[in-house]
């Protein structure tokens, strides 16, 4: 409303009602968390909302580091990824969150599998000054162990004298357990 100063009478009289029309919401969605080692690449994909829209893409602390539905990172560590959705027709915004969970600690590969006299593992190891492979039969609580650089990603462990049969692969790392496969010696 518009008033004069000095009698505070209303000017014109007309009144205006400013009413935006109903719009369809929708809400960001970047996909669900993921996890990986920090030698692997993540895609991370934002669902189109059908209209045009801007997608950005922020880190933790909350700058911008991309724009577009796509955005690939390969983090070092555990990340939160942070992705807006402007629509472009009214400014209407809608935000999601994506954990990228880095594992320091991995069995990446084992094989063959089965094996007969050698298996070739591919692993990570991360902040660990002492880590080795446990080899257990099921059903048994006997061990083999073998010692792993951490600095290396991979290791070949001589199989030809265990027994026929199905074991455990775990990776210790610190003292405890991080990761666990299984593979079978044949003969």
Excluded at 38 to 51: D, F, G, K, P
Excluded at 88 to 101: R, V
Excluded at 126 to 133: T, V
């Amino acid at each position: 409303m518009q008033r004069r100063m000095s009698n505070h009478k209303l000017i014109g009289g007309e009144t205006y009602r400013i009413q935006k029309p109903a719009r369809s919401l929708f809400i960001a969605d970047g996909g669900n968390d993921k996890t990986t080692t920090s030698e692997e690449s993540v895609q991370l994909n934002a669902e189109t909302i059908y209209e045009d829209a801007f997608y950005n893409w922020h880190d933790e602390t909350g700058n911008l580091i991309y724009s577009g539905n796509n955005l690939t990172v390969t983090p070092e560590i555990t990340n939160k990824y942070k992705l807006q959705v402007i629509a472009k027709c009214d400014g209407f915004t809608s935000y999601d969150e994506i954990l990228i969970h880095v594992k320091e600690f991995q069995i990446k590969s084992l094989n063959p599998n089965p094996t007969s006299n050698n298996i070739t593992i591919e692993y990570v190891v991360k902040q660990s000054s002492s880590a080795y492979f446990s080899i257990c039969p099921f059903n048994s609580n006997s061990s083999y162990n073998y010692v792993i650089d951490p600095n290396l990603h991979s290791t070949n462990i001589n199989t030809s004298s265990l027994q026929t049969g199905s074991y455990y692969l775990r990776l210790i790392a610190s003292g405890e357990g991080k990761d666990e496969m299984t593979f079978i010696k044949d003969q």
